[in-house]
């Protein structure tokens, strides 16, 4: 296994939720693209408010919405705290979540269980999480079976961050190889395997590599968001790492150029627009754009940070904002959303 110790990995997991929630680690620069367009208001829609469908299906499976509750913890007690109410909500308004990576799980099974939210979420379509470059350190179809096993998971999300693991303390830097190993464990697994970005984007070359590989899905998580060049800055261990996260903070493909790129070059792959949503006019817009469902993190982050209740009123207004976009455009479901051509690029 990896040198890292469980220790560490479990140290690292509570400095991840303290930094994102005391410290300034959004991308300042580079922006998530969405900006750039804009809907066509529609003054006379033709519809009842109240029989807008936001209702979607994922991997086969039924949402109440299209939004993905991102990965984004899990390891110490803080972190089982979290995921309980994020889980709740999930199950609540039948929406999807992941959870933030595992290894920590196979490294330290007593904290399995602030991962393993399916008591909560029996319904809910659940991503278990484990970074990609853990297949070069020891890690394959076992362990991947292991953190399936925990969460009881529909699909698992392999993470890619070759940016982050450059500026993180100890990093795991060897991504050799990789795209054939992911090739095997997907040949392999029994559950289909989401490739995920955690904030710099996928390319339409590398989505197209992926899915060649044996990727079910792909989750864009484009830059314009928390930038974990930043979170690993503040993490750093001496001034080279400190420099290296400040130039790299704004590195990345805005999450509107992944969205539409790569379903330029892969029309029916399930993909998840993350990176810089913050309320669901950005989730309209991406949906629009091509993604079909929206994932967030930091938001839910926040939100979960300070009560189950909060947690609630977030999904609420997500849901309000998306179907007020959809009523003011004239339309009555997703799927008319996406063929309305209502989103325009501002010229």
């Known amino acids: ?56 299906t994922f991997l086969g499976k039924q949402l109440g919405a299209p939004l993905l509750i991102s990965s984004m913890t899990g390891g110490t007690e803080q972190a089982g705290i979290i995921n309980h109410r994020l889980a709740e909500v999930a199950q609540h308004y039948k929406i999807a979540m992941g959870v933030g990576s595992q290894r920590v799980a196979v490294e330290k099974p007593q904290v399995a269980d602030t991962f393993a939210v399916r008591k909560y979420a029996p319904d809910v379509l659940l991503f278990a999480n484990l970074g990609a470059v853990q297949l070069n350190y020891s890690y394959g179809l076992d362990q991947c079976l ?16 070759p940016l982050q693991e450059c500026i993180q303390p100890k990093g795991d830097k060897n991504f050799k190889g990789l795209l054939d190993k992911i090739n095997v464990l997907c040949c392999k697994i029994p559950v289909p395997v989401i490739a995920k970005e955690v904030g710099n984007g996928i390319s339409s070359a590398m989505a197209e590599k992926l899915i060649a590989a044996g990727v079910k899905a792909i989750d864009v998580a484009g830059a314009g968001g928390t930038s974990w060049a930043k979170v690993e800055s503040e993490r750093a261990e001496n001034s080279l790492q400190r420099r290296l996260g400040s ?28 990176g810089g949503l913050r309320h669901g006019l950005d989730i309209a817009k991406a949906l629009a754009l091509g993604a079909d469902i929206a994932g967030l993190a930091m938001p839910f982050l926040q939100a979960a940070a300070v009560s189950e209740a909060a947690v609630s009123d977030l999904a609420e207004v997500l849901i309000a904002e998306i179907t007020t976009v959809l009523f003011c455009t004239g339309n009555a479901t997703l799927e008319q959303l996406k063929c309305s051509k209502s989103l325009q690029e501002i010229k």
């Open 1 to 56: 296994m990896n040198p890292t110790t469980p220790a560490a990995t479990q140290s690292r997991k509570a400095d991840h939720i303290r930094i994102c929630l005391e410290e300034d680690v959004q991308f300042q620069q580079t922006t998530n693209g969405l900006e750039r367009y804009r809907f066509t208001h529609c003054c006379l829609p033709e519809l009842n408010l109240d029989e807008i469908d936001i209702s979607t």
């Open 247 to 274: 130039t790299f903070a704004d590195w990345g493909l805005p999450t509107a150029e992944c969205i539409t790129s790569i379903r330029a070059i892969a029309a029916d792959v399930p993909l998840i627009a993350s």
């Open 146 to 161: 292991q953190i399936i096993d925990i969460l009881e998971a529909d699909a698992l999300i392999l993470h890619l961050n």
